[in-house]
């Protein structure tokens, strides 16, 4: 037994009450560099408790749809922002809390040219690259203490492609 979930394109309105988007779309905020670069300026609240924020790399094994969705977790003690090293698509799932548990998740699949910043004690899935090698620069707390919650669903959700 399952439940399902439609994954939709990630945008900023959609996702907004679970984190920033990171995209580099439309204007640049500012130009900097002798006219020679645009920068989207602080797209991302990094809310770190207690320790520092640090930039790690990951490589997650490439996963397919439709995904059985058995755990989700959130970090409470800071932000974690994930930003795609390639132009492929990854899928990011969120969820809203729920009396301390994640409730009815909801799946977006970015355009490859996307990053996601989930603020601290956001519920979501673990990192999902559509297409290998799955490279990710990440921002997160680095520091002590127990900075992470899993969540086990008794009935797993499956998520499937739009």
């Known amino acids: ?19 920033d988007v990171l995209e580099a779309a439309g204007a640049p905020d500012r130009v900097i560099n002798q006219g020679r670069c645009g920068r989207w300026h602080d797209l991302a609240r990094l809310d770190i408790a207690d320790g520092r924020a640090g930039i790690s790399l990951f490589e997650a094994e490439a996963r397919s ?55 601290a004690g956001t519920w979501h899935g673990v990192l999902t690259p559509l297409a290998a090698p799955g490279r990710f620069a990440v921002v997160d ?3 002590a203490g127990d900075n992470l919650e899993e969540h086990w669903f008794d009935v797993p959700w499956v998520v499937r492609a739009p």
């Open 1 to 19: 037994m399952s439940r399902e979930i439609v994954a939709a394109a990630l945008t900023a309105e959609a996702f907004a009450p679970f984190g």
């Open 65 to 119: 749809l439709p995904l059985t969705l058995e755990m989700m977790e959130r970090h409470p003690l800071g932000a974690q922002a994930f930003l795609p090293m390639s132009d492929d698509p990854f899928l990011v799932v969120v969820a809203p809390d729920d009396g301390g548990a994640p409730g009815r998740p909801r799946a977006f699949l970015t355009s490859g040219a996307q990053g996601v910043n989930y603020p």
């Open 141 to 143: 707390r680095i520091g």
